[in-house]
Every structure is written in C-alpha cells, then in structure tokens.
C-alpha cells in the first residue's frame, strides 16, 4: 500500500568508542570477531585511550577485567564493547571502568579508560569492536570506516 505523508524512520546511529580509525571487523586479528561469530559491527584501532558508549542504553555487563561492555539500546538491541584483543589476560591491569551495571548512559558517554602503552608493550593488538550481538533483529546495516573522533563520528546506521 501507499504510505503518503509517513516519514521513512530514520536509522539508529553507533558513534566511535574511541578517536582513531574504524575498520571493518574482517580486519581484526581475532577470528571471533573477524568471521562475526559474535556479531556484526565495525571496530575502532584508536589512538587514545579514552573509551566511550557508541549508543544510548543500559550497562548490562561490565567484564571483571574492565575489558568489554555490554549495552541495552531502547531499540531492544544488545551492543558490546570489547577493548583489545586477548586482554582479559590483563585481568584489568590498565583498564579503568567508569560505568557500572544498572547505569544509564548516552553517545559519548565515557565508559573506561585504557593504557594504549601498556596493551603495546605487551604485545595485546588494540583493537576495540563495537558488536550487535543480537544482529539477527537488525533489518539492515552500514558501516562507515576512516578516521573517527570518540563520541562523535558515526561508525554505524542501522533500521531494526
């Protein structure tokens, strides 16, 4: 049928976790994330250590090792935030969360700070996915990669 005058609903945006480069997840050194075994998304390789909350929604979990977030969108959707690769071998060593459960929390939001030297020196690549892992509800996607500034570039659209 036609639908005259109806507004087609604009997409939900992701912002960047971090200021530095969105690549697409086939990039990243881990196959988990690489092959979408978790879910679709885009990742950031920053250039700062200051991490923020790609959306608006719920903290549902907060890894011990302050390593990876997870997030509840209004729109039903379920968002992580894994910081690095292999780092919950840290077990928090330079990681600082600023988020905790049950928290409320907006685009730009900060989340946790992490010691971009430190996952160098230790050899943990720092690439930082933002994941939809309950992608399957998500009607359509579109990444946006290049340099990104934390909070503000949009990484991701999606219509659920």
Not at 68 to 97: C, M, P, R, S
């Amino acid at each position: 049928m036609f639908h005259f005058g109806r507004k087609k609903s604009e997409p939900a945006r992701v912002v960047a976790t971090q200021t530095g480069k969105a690549v697409a997840l086939s990039d990243v050194p881990d196959e988990a994330f690489a092959q979408k075994m978790l879910g679709d998304g885009v990742a950031i390789l920053p250039s700062e250590g200051t991490v923020v909350s790609p959306v608006e929604g719920e903290i549902v979990e907060v890894l011990d090792s302050l390593h990876a977030y997870g997030i509840h969108t209004k729109d039903g959707l379920d968002i992580l935030v894994h910081i690095g690769i292999n780092t919950v071998e840290l077990k928090g060593e330079g990681f600082k969360a600023f988020v905790k459960v049950g928290d409320q929390v907006k685009a730009g939001d900060k989340l946790a700070e992490v010691d971009l030297a430190l996952l160098k020196e230790k050899g943990f690549p720092a690439y930082t996915p933002i994941i939809i892992t309950n992608s399957d509800a998500v009607k359509s996607m579109e990444t946006t990669l290049g340099d990104t500034k934390a909070g503000e570039t949009v990484v991701l659209t999606y219509q659920v």
